[in-house]
């Protein structure tokens, strides 16, 4: 039998913080197993289960939508669909995010007295204002 981890040494090793810890217990996407004084203790595998959310929510998945695939009984992947559309999306994110750095390197170096006398950087907020545009017709 493996030792049971007490919530600080899952709190270093995780580096999720013990508030953190507590909140995802109370949302149930993790469980401890028992306690030692006020402290709570969790089995070894929790480590995994904690690098899975946090893996999911830096991947732009919601605590409920871990919640749903962890709480799931016999669900121990993300439908492929899922993730296949949350990969689309991390790729579309990338895109304006790439175009605005762009727009800022232009504006940081353009040579006009003005941004807004630029033809460049006039192109460039249409640019900007289509990808916003566009982003919120897809929400």
């Not at 690098?51 to 799931?72: C, Q």
């Not at 175009?99 to 232009?106: F, I, K, N, Q, T």
Request: proline share 3%; glycine share 6%; charged share 25%.
């Amino acid at each position: 039998m493996e030792k049971l981890l007490d919530i600080a040494e899952v709190s270093d090793r995780s580096g999720v913080s013990t508030s953190g810890l507590r909140y995802y217990e109370k949302r149930k996407l993790i469980g401890s197993v028992s306690r030692n004084g006020l402290r709570r203790q969790y089995e070894p595998e929790v480590i995994q289960e904690l690098a899975f959310i946090t893996l999911a929510k830096s991947a732009g998945f919601t605590l409920n939508e871990i919640g749903d695939v962890i709480r799931t009984p016999g669900a121990t992947i993300i439908p492929r669909t899922t993730l296949l559309g949350k990969a689309d999306s991390l790729e579309q994110q990338a895109e304006r995010l790439v175009s605005l750095a762009r727009m800022l390197r232009h504006v940081a170096n353009c040579p006009s007295e003005s941004h807004f006398e630029c033809s460049r950087f006039q192109k460039l907020l249409k640019v900007a204002t289509k990808i916003t545009n566009d982003k919120s017709v897809a929400n």
